[in-house]
């Protein structure tokens, strides 16, 4: 417990000290006017409570990332929770700040145009078409776990198909309404249900004082089949750590904040938050595995039984309503983000409510689409969910490297985004180098490709930067 401690506080210090010094590297102006006022249209842009914001943020990137990655992650040992906690608060959360505060600082800007601003045109028409099939994914595969629940709690009649026909209708209305009156409304209560599970699970770790893994066990793999660490373990541990698809919601809540000193407790504290979570439950999974060993491999059915054990009947039930809750509003603001940046590319405003269920309806017939095909085959989910997943962590390469060029053009301490740049090109080139989904090579040739890979875009980003202070002495 007294590694699991140190990590949880240093989560908590990361916010204030990292936190700050990140803040004050990219310098927010407190007096400039935020998209919430210069745009507003009263459906995207509009102010809102800041305590509000953070919670539609906080809900908006947990899904069931912080608490399935962890699970999941934790079969590998000790080495989880470091990748958590530094993950968190040197890649991750600065990832989702910056990522927030460049979208502020040109008019709410959705990823695909702010990544395209900094790494040319090609870029951005590039993210466009995947952000586009990064949002549809994850409204698809957030889909299945919770009608599946629901379906399992309620009358035989309501079976699966029911469900899935009922959080696809909520997905349309969440996204096509203005986003005070469904969002606004209801994602506090749910961010609250999710926390109130996290917190009565780090409660029950203090008082059964389970044993966990410390420092001084080592970094050894204790993962049953001996997957790789790098890099499985950490595309595994994705909104636990950092993840691309924060990127794509941060846009959704700069259009909402009304000041620019409120970003670091939105965007980073958020995924600090998230952080904690992910932690606590690696932690619970840790103890889950110790005394039930490491056969047992849905994350759904350990989540099950170690609310049920800690947290009583009332706790499981509401641990059980943030497990449903999660991922359904992590889906309907994903189709949110998808058809704003449809809207971006056509530029027609989302003022009027036809243009908003125009672009809306072809984005969900594709994800009711993806989700069939899904179905037709027992491990078809498990393959999109692992597309998924890599394709998350690829997006956050192309923010990091948009967010390096920003600061490295600004004169800014660009070293803050280049190392987390350059560990996540690392990971995501080996990982589909590797993994049976990808070309599946020997772990050790993949490992080398991926490295290989990583110093070639070291070295163009090397020449990109040479060359830019060339130019700039020549315009001198």
Not at 417 to 428: E, H, K, Y
Request: charged fraction near 15%; charge should be positive.
């Amino acid at each position: 417990m007294i590694t699991f401690t140190c990590c949880l506080l240093f989560l908590i210090a990361g916010y204030f000290i990292y936190g700050r010094f990140v803040e004050r590297v990219f310098g927010v102006d407190p007096e400039r006017k935020t998209p919430a006022y210069t745009q507003r249209d009263g459906v995207d842009f509009l102010p809102m409570p800041t305590w509000k914001v953070f919670m539609i943020q906080f809900l908006n990137i947990a899904g069931l990332g912080p608490i399935f990655g962890a699970i999941m992650g934790a079969k590998f040992g000790m080495s989880s929770f470091l990748w958590i906690v530094l993950g968190t608060v040197f890649a991750g959360a600065t990832h989702d700040f910056l990522a927030g505060m460049l979208s502020l600082r040109h008019g709410g800007e959705s990823l695909p145009e702010m990544v395209g601003r900094y790494l040319g045109s090609r870029f951005k028409q590039f993210m466009r078409v995947f952000t586009i099939i990064l949002m549809v994914l994850v409204g698809a595969v957030f889909v299945a776990g919770p009608a599946g629940l629901l379906a399992n709690l309620t009358a035989e009649h309501l079976d699966l198909t029911f469900w899935i026909i009922v959080i696809f209708i909520y997905y349309m209305i969440a996204a096509v309404l203005p986003v005070d009156k469904l969002i606004g409304r209801i994602y506090p209560v749910f961010a609250a249900a999710l926390l109130f599970m996290a917190v009565g699970i780090l409660v029950m770790l203090f008082v059964h004082h389970p044993p966990l893994p410390e420092i001084t066990d080592g970094l050894r793999n204790t993962h049953p089949n001996q997957l790789p660490i790098f890099p499985i373990m950490f595309v595994s541990i994705a909104c636990g750590a950092i993840s691309g698809f924060h990127a794509t919601q941060s846009p959704l809540m700069a259009r909402t904040i009304k000041n620019e000193k409120y970003a670091r407790p939105v965007f980073y504290g958020a995924m600090i938050t998230e952080g904690i979570v992910a932690l606590i439950w690696a932690a619970a999974a840790t103890y889950f595995y110790h005394n039930n060993g490491m056969a047992e491999s849905n994350a759904a059915v350990i989540v099950d039984s170690i609310t049920k054990d800690w947290l009583g009947t009332t706790g499981a039930i509401l641990a059980i309503l943030g497990v449903i809750a999660a991922p359904i509003t992590t889906g309907d603001t994903a189709f949110r983000s998808a058809r704003l940046i449809v809207a971006d590319i056509l530029h027609w405003e989302q003022k009027t409510l036809w243009r908003r269920l125009a672009i809306s309806i072809p984005l969900f017939l594709a994800g009711i689409g993806i989700l069939l095909y899904s179905m037709k085959d027992k491990d078809g989910f498990d393959m999109i969910w692992r597309y998924f997943a890599w394709t998350n962590q690829t997006l956050a390469i192309f923010t990091l490297w948009a967010l390096t060029v920003y600061l490295t053009k600004e004169k800014k301490l660009y070293i803050i985004t280049l190392i987390p740049a350059l560990l996540m090109t690392a990971v995501c080139t080996t990982y589909i180098f590797v993994a049976p989904e990808g070309f599946g090579l020997p772990t050790a040739l993949s490992q080398a490709i991926g490295i290989g890979i990583t110093l070639i875009t070291l070295v163009w980003y090397i020449v990109w930067n040479i060359r830019r202070k060339d130019k700039e002495k020549v315009v001198e």
